[in-house]
């Protein structure tokens, strides 16, 4: 994950079919893409969103029995058209018209349901539909009418008229998000799978982007992810949502020379890491820190990962580290034990004292190497303790 990007290619043909087959299968999105669902109809009564679908999100997508992907089926039915007169040329063009119309239908009957599952992971009442009803030949004109799969929505039961003029832009962006991820998942299978997903949340709120999260860890356990964005402050929150033993976090910035700008790449590593090497340059003030956030990032996740109940206060940002250490070293299992080993609850608290709580400038100071040696291991150890439990 990034706080800023940059997009490199490689110009260069490549037959390695690993990487041809990757590409197929890629998934890419960005804020742009979604406003194919949505904005760039909004002169429009209806979302009509035929060639999004054919000619980008079910391009690549097979049927194995045919062995033809629907980007062949399309391209079998583009001009030149036959003249009227050719009467078996116009029959064999709407025979394969009549395929390509059964091949698209199939692939809307195996997208429906994921469209309907992933949106539902929004907690939105919104259900929606895909309504095609087939291309037609005309004769007359020599074109293929019908080219129409209009987006039809439904808010609590009810059909939406122009929805994408009366839904707000979060409820919008969830509808794109899941027709764009649910594509994804008919891809062809490949060995590399590629997802990543440029800055798509911004039109979401904090509590719709999280299921974002869940829904990666769910429907793509097998894709690498590449996940940026410009938000700093959502930056930090995935970090705190995602296990750090799967995921890589980066930051990219631009440096600038007399000539030309060049980009930096950061590479953002866990919190107890960074203490460690805080302490190895004896800057024991940052060392503190990062201990200290360490901690409570690591109770902060095992709340929530557990459900454990947290004091309430009314502002969140009043939230202090003893409201979620306290639920987790009186934690008990069924027989009435306490999960979490008396030992290191010790250490913890020993440590809180002096280095896990916030610290002013002048008690930094009087921090010896050895009290914060040891509270990386404490805090070490609790992590390691806590995967356990």
Not at 126 to 145: E, H, M, P
Not at 381 to 389: D, M
Request: glycine residues 2%; contains cysteine.
């Amino acid at each position: 994950m990034c706080a800023n990007n940059y997009g490199l290619y490689y110009k260069e043909e490549t037959n390695d079919e690993l990487i041809i087959e990757a590409s197929r299968t890629k998934g890419f999105l960005d804020y742009k893409a979604l406003l194919e669902t949505h904005y760039l109809h909004r002169e429009n009564d209806t979302v009509n969103l035929f060639d999004l679908l054919v000619k980008v999100l079910l391009a690549n997508t097979i049927n194995p029995v045919r062995e033809r992907n629907l980007a062949e089926d399309w391209n079998d039915i583009q001009p030149p058209f036959p003249r009227r007169n050719w009467e078996t040329r116009i029959a064999a063009l709407e025979e394969q018209i009549e395929v390509f119309n059964n091949e698209l239908i199939n692939r809307l009957v195996e997208l429906r349901p994921n469209v309907s599952e992933i949106l539902s992971k929004f907690g939105y009442k919104v259900a929606l539909d895909l309504d095609f009803r087939g291309i037609k030949y005309n004769r007359d004109n020599k074109t293929l009418d019908n080219q129409e799969i209009l987006l039809k929505v439904e808010l609590f039961d009810t059909e939406i008229p122009s929805h994408h003029r009366f839904l707000n832009e979060a409820k919008l962006s969830a509808i794109a998000i899941a027709i764009y991820l649910s594509s994804i998942l008919l891809q062809p299978e490949s060995d590399l799978k590629i997802l990543a997903l440029d800055d798509v949340l911004i039109g979401l709120d904090m509590s719709n982007r999280l299921p974002v999260l869940d829904i990666l860890k769910e429907y793509f356990p097998d894709h690498q992810i590449f996940l940026t964005t410009y938000d700093k402050a959502w930056y930090e929150i995935v970090k705190q949502h995602t296990d750090q033993k799967d995921w890589k976090y980066a930051e990219f910035y631009f440096g600038q020379t007399d000539e030309f700008e060049i980009p930096v790449y950061a590479e953002d590593k866990a919190y107890l890491d960074k203490a460690k090497e805080y302490l190895d340059a004896n800057d024991y003030k940052a060392c503190a820190i990062y201990v200290r956030t360490a901690f409570e990032t690591i109770i902060k996740q095992y709340c929530e990962k557990k459900d454990l109940a947290i004091k309430y206060r009314e502002n969140p940002k009043e939230l202090r580290s003893d409201d979620f250490w306290m639920p987790i070293k009186t934690e008990t299992d069924e027989a009435g034990l306490l999960l979490l080993d008396l030992r290191i609850v010790d250490k913890i608290e020993l440590y809180r004292s002096i280095i896990l709580n916030p610290l002013s400038h002048a008690t930094i100071a009087n921090i010896y190497r050895k009290e914060l040696e040891d509270a990386v291991d404490a805090v070490e150890e609790l992590e390691t303790a806590l995967a356990q439990v």
